[in-house]
């Protein structure tokens, strides 16, 4: 399949993620009100800059799996995958931590103390499992498999919109975006990985931190870092 159809695909899935969110949003002010709205909206540029905080490892876990794909070192690129998810889930459960605490101290005017916490402890769920997703995706786009993350692009923004418009019609809570949120993670981890497995029979999903492949990812992704904030 050439570049062109690749690109295509992903130009597809991004429209589509757009016009998901561009039909739901006035469904979720309609249904959970614009102060609820408003706190969700916070709790996710809380979320955005926590993220921010973290260098840019899938974009150098990318450069370094090409390179040694594209030499037949699947032993080295599978050493570097396996580096940069250990490295990912370290930082996603740092930035879960923060987020838990942000959601124990912060108060805002239209949510109580308890949906405050509980919209920030599962953004944290949700951050671990979309820094994982993240931490697969490098692999597959090194390998130009982008019609597998197109059709992750376009499935998890569809999964989140179902469960937080069903979830926001029938209890009225900005808890029920931020649980869209989660399942929409959920489905992309689980589409990342069930793809990975699909197409190498020997892929596990094993974290496993090597000190050489983490000072060549380190050393890009800090390179990188100011790029991607």
């Known amino acids: 399949m050439s570049k062109a159809v690749h ?8 429209a589509a993620a757009t016009a998901i969110q561009f039909v739901s949003v006035p469904l979720l002010l309609r249904w959970i009100g614009k102060p609820a709205y408003g706190v969700y909206l916070y709790v996710a540029v809380v979320a955005v800059y926590v993220g921010v905080a973290t260098p840019g490892l899938y974009n150098a876990a990318q450069k370094l ?7 037949g070192d699947e032993e080295g690129a599978w050493r570097i995958q396996q580096t940069q998810l250990a ?3 370290a930082f996603a459960l740092l930035s879960a931590c923060v987020l838990v605490l942000l959601g124990a101290v912060l108060r805002l005017d239209g949510v109580d103390r308890r949906t405050m916490l509980g ?3 599962l953004y944290a769920c949700s951050f671990v499992l979309a820094f994982l997703s993240g931490a697969l995706v490098p692999v597959l786009s090194a390998k130009e498999m982008f019609r597998s993350v197109a059709i992750r692009q376009s499935i998890e923004p569809l999964a989140s919109a179902v469960v937080a418009l069903a979830m926001a019609y ?7 975006v ?3 949120g989660l ?3 959920l489905t992309g981890f689980a589409w990342n990985l069930l793809t990975l497995r699909r197409a190498f029979p020997g892929f596990r999903f094993r974290p496993k931190y090597d000190r050489d492949a983490a000072r060549e990812l380190w050393t890009i992704a800090v390179r990188g870092w100011p790029q991607a904030i």
Do not use: D, H
């Open 7 to 14: 690109s295509a695909y992903l130009i597809a899935a991004n």
């Open 119 to 121: 919209m920030f402890g």
């Open 170 to 176: 029938w209890l009225c809570t900005p808890i029920a």
């Open 65 to 71: 799996l090409t390179e040694r794909f594209a030499v």
């Open 183 to 185: 399942i929409g993670s």
């Open 87 to 89: 490295m990912a889930l």
């Open 178 to 180: 931020v649980a869209g």
